[in-house]
């Protein structure tokens, strides 16, 4: 057996492929099969000439998601997706599927998403998933190059961490436990045994609302360094994501193509510095005239935009009725694409008058909301460190300056519109002050008791941070919504498949 991604390996020779059925053209003498098997996808000549009329006829009666196994020459192709096809001479049906769920047409989000387990087949999907896999390999070996050790912190935990409002809470034997929603403390601890750590784990939070950047199962890793300070901290997590970035373009140009992935502003990255500003600097362009500007022009060029596509449509609808059969195909893909881009123009067109607003009345001191963000990111296309926040909004752990008002946070807003992709800081090292935030934020002292310990026996100042890696994922890979870039998404109203 051969693999479709390893026939580059195999010109003009002879192999067997398994896999499945992903579409079918067929004419009086020849069946053109696209074949996945997880690797790739590759088209199959299955000529009446070449096989047996029972494989022939067999072949005819293939529906999609179909199992088999098909034997033939590889030749090589320019124009076919993979640059190879397979001139078949035999092939073997493992399963005729039932009519598959998911058909080319386009589907409605809900059912896709009820359909998850059969979605994850299909193009777009599947090449997420292989930029996921590839951006976890990247993170592993970042870190491992630079000595970092990778231990796991508890999923069943005492402490929150991270605000009381998104606890999921279970019982532990009688006992009330919490989902982890971070394993920073626990990093903490691990970094004073072994200086450099990161963690790499599922992450627990239950968000009571629907947005796109919310899941409420979600992978964070959480590196934490002894002796490092916010600005040590900040080149870590730049160098990180320049060392992410950077390897997905090495390796899943194909895939970044199926996603129709505009990478002009990755292929950038490398050799930009991250922008940085102070929380207050970020509030000051956010309520910027620039920035309103730049917002009535977005909706001006969006209106032209939907004045355009919407004249084209009723041009090629009218074209429809007497189109030759090719020409209709044409159309029909047309169609289906002015559609979607209609509903995101709509959509863009629905929500700038409330950004605008929102971004005109921000008050200092109030954390970037969703759209906030979106604002502020649609005009970079480096990352954005944003550090200095008010104390008020970050969490108890977080260092302060010298006035005591500002927080040593720093969170990591990718470009593109896309928004916070990483929240971290320098931590709080005296046992004093630190004993002192968990009395104001009237948090349980007796739990944090172990966490103390850390500041009373030889405490350093550290750092650390979290990336989220769906949100990575969807920063990537273009998608606007995270629950594309986890295989089985958890969410407000998502719990199966
Ligand atoms: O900013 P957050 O809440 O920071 C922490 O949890 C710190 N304890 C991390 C640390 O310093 N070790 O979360 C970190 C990142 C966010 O920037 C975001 O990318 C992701 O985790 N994240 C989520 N991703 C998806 N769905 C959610 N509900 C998320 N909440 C946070
Ligand atoms: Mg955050």
Redesign the pocket.
């Known amino acids: 057996m051969t693999y479709i991604n390893q026939l580059f390996n195999h010109q003009d020779q002879k192999v067997t492929l398994k896999g499945w059925l992903y579409n079918i053209r067929s004419s009086k003498a020849i069946h053109f099969l696209e074949v996945r098997d997880g690797t790739g996808l590759c088209q199959c000549i299955v000529a009446a000439d070449d096989v047996s009329d029972a494989v022939f006829e067999a072949a005819g009666t293939l529906k999609q998601e179909s199992s088999l196994e098909i034997t033939g020459t590889v030749l090589k192709d320019e124009r076919s997706a993979g640059g190879y096809e397979l001139h078949a001479t035999d092939l073997k049906i493992i399963q005729l599927a039932e009519n598959y769920p998911i058909t080319p047409k386009e589907h409605g989000i809900e059912f896709l998403m009820e359909n998850r387990h059969l979605w994850l087949r299909s193009r777009k999907q599947w090449a997420a998933m292989r930029v996921r896999n590839e951006i976890i390999f990247a993170i592993h070996n970042f870190f491992q190059g630079r000595g970092f050790v990778q231990l796991d912190s508890p999923i069943f935990t005492g402490n929150a ?2 605000g009381s409002t998104t606890l999921f809470e279970t019982d532990y034997f009688d006992e009330k436990a919490y989902l982890a ?4 403390l626990y ?1 903490e601890a691990m970094a004073m045994a072994h200086g450099l750590i990161y963690t790499f784990g599922p ?1 627990f ?1 239950a ?1 009571k609302s629907k947005t796109r ?4 199962e ?1 992978w ?1 890793i ?1 590196p ?1 360094m002894a002796f490092y300070d916010l600005e040590m901290n900040m080149d870590l997590a730049e160098d990180m994501i320049k060392a992410i970035v950077a390897s997905v373009l090495e390796k899943n140009r194909a895939e970044l193509e199926i996603l129709e992935r505009d990478t002009t502003a990755l292929e950038k990255l490398a050799e930009k510095r991250f922008e940085r500003m102070t929380y207050t600097e970020a509030v000051e362009r956010l309520k910027s005239d620039e920035t309103a500007k730049l917002l009535d022009e977005m909706e001006e060029s969006r209106k032209r935009e939907l004045d355009e596509i919407s004249k084209e449509r009723e041009v090629i609808k009218k074209e429809h009725g007497s189109a030759k059969k090719w020409r209709k195909v044409q159309i029909d893909q047309r169609m289906k694409e002015i559609s979607a881009r209609i509903d995101q123009i709509e959509e863009d067109l629905r929500n700038i008058p409330g950004w605008k607003k929102s971004a005109r009345n921000f008050e200092w001191g109030n954390d970037f909301g969703g759209s906030d963000e979106t604002v502020l990111m649609m005009q970079f296309d480096v990352p954005l460190i944003v550090t200095h926040w008010p104390a008020e909004i970050k ?1 108890f752990y977080m260092k302060r300056d010298e006035t005591g008002k500002l927080a040593l946070g720093m ?1 990591i807003l990718a470009p593109e519109g896309y928004g ?6 320098q931590r709080e090292d005296s046992l004093a002050v630190l004993e002192e935030r968990i009395e104001e934020e009237g948090l349980e002292k007796e739990v944090f008791e172990w966490y103390l310990d850390l500041r009373r026996y030889g405490t350093v100042p550290h750092s ?5 890696l ?3 994922v969807a920063w990537i890979c273009g998608l606007s919504h ?1 629950r594309e870039t986890i295989p089985f998404p958890r969410m407000l109203g998502r719990l199966r498949p």
């Open positions: 961490a991270e929603q971070t394993g920073q990093g992450t939070r968000e950047r919310h899941l409420t979600f964070m959480e934490e969490a969170d916070e992709i990483v929240g971290g800081s650390g941070y979290g990336l989220g769906e949100r990575t995270v």
